[in-house]
């Protein structure tokens, strides 16, 4: 059996993916090539994905699985149809613009040697042309590489709290390696179709039902920042996919679990600070969008009374950032 697939969901990123399999394949020797297989699942891409692809193929001595979907079926799907693609033990969701650290692939395969449920390593974050920026820990920089053992309720809130971003809760597809076995014992629930968070609805699948988790510290991947597809709708929608959708992911996992829920969405709000987050978003809305995105931080947890005082208090918001501008 293919030890190892590394899954590149992609769309219209062919020079970045061009630069991602290099950064893959040069790593490949002979003894590696049988262990490793690359699936590529393209989102209708209408650039030139599919003959970039087709090259790599024709002269690769990685074996390169590639599907190129009809019609585009939006983020969550190609991330489901990728993993589809994949006949390899584990499975290692890839960014298309992401880089492989230098060293990255055989250390991810050493690691899965120990055939643990989800390896989740760290990265190193850098600019759009791939300047080295600073590095990125998932938990307290502090912590070591260990395993935490998600049926324990003590261990799993251990894990939340030393939490530093959604990162530590899968947002980020690059750090992400997971059994395949496992994955194929969970269907999506519809309801997170469109949310951006569909892989992450079955890995907390994972951990519900109880499973092992490797925090592999050093990082492993390059990190392409200034290139996030879903701010294409603006910043206010980006920032609020991560609100609804983790707000959706803790009613769903953790309603029962008022403990385990609260510790949860303490990690977005790491990523989106409360009084910053609900000030950045009512300056960008009207009364209209601010009524119906409301619901959102109430699921997520945000103090009601904070979100009324923001809320009503637009005209001085206004005032007091015009203040703050004047030199």
């Excluded at 613009?97 to 989800?118: H, S, V």
């Excluded at 300047?131 to 307290?140: G, K």
């Excluded at 403990?259 to 009084?275: E, G, H």
């Excluded at 119906?292 to 005082?309: C, D, H, M, S, W």
Aim: proline letters at 3%; hydrophobic letters at 40%; charged letters at 25%.
């Amino acid at each position: 059996m293919m030890k190892l697939s590394i899954c590149i969901p992609t769309y219209n990123r062919e020079k970045y993916l061009d630069e991602a399999l290099a950064s893959i394949i040069g790593k490949v020797d002979e003894k590696l090539a049988g262990q490793v297989e690359i699936c590529i699942s393209d989102n209708a891409s209408t650039d030139g994905t599919d003959q970039l692809i087709h090259r790599w193929q024709a002269n690769c001595p990685v074996q390169i699985v590639y599907s190129r979907n009809k019609e585009n079926m939006g983020a969550d799907n190609n991330y489901l149809r990728v993993i589809e693609l994949a006949s390899g033990e584990y499975c290692w969701f890839f960014g298309s613009d992401d880089l492989l650290c230098e060293g990255g692939l055989r250390r991810m395969l050493e690691e899965i040697k120990t055939e643990k449920d989800i390896y989740l390593c760290n990265r190193v974050e850098c600019d759009i042309n791939m300047h080295l920026q600073r590095e990125r820990y998932w938990l307290t920089p502090t912590e070591p590489q260990q395993i935490f053992r998600m049926s324990d309720e003590a261990e799993f809130l251990r894990y939340l709290n030393h939490a530093q971003s959604i990162g530590a809760l899968f947002s980020y597809l690059s750090s992400i390696v997971f059994k395949r076995q496992r994955w194929d014992q969970y269907q999506i629930d519809p309801i997170f179709i469109g949310s951006a968070y569909s892989h992450v609805y079955m890995l907390l699948s994972f951990i519900a039902d109880g499973c092992e988790l490797v925090y592999v510290r050093d990082p492993l991947i390059l990190c392409r920042g200034q290139n996030d597809s879903f701010e294409s709708e603006g910043v206010v929608k980006r920032i609020m996919l991560d609100i609804e959708g983790y707000g959706m992911l803790a009613n769903k996992f953790f309603a029962e679990n008022r403990v385990k829920k609260t510790a949860f969405l303490n990690v977005l709000k790491k990523d989106r600070p409360s009084i910053r987050t609900l000030i950045f978003i009512r300056l960008r809305t009207d009364d209209a969008m601010w009524k119906k995105i409301v619901p959102n931080f109430t699921a997520a947890q945000y103090r009601r009374i904070e979100i009324g005082l923001i809320g009503i208090a637009k005209p001085l918001l206004i005032l007091l950032k015009k203040i703050r501008s004047t030199p």
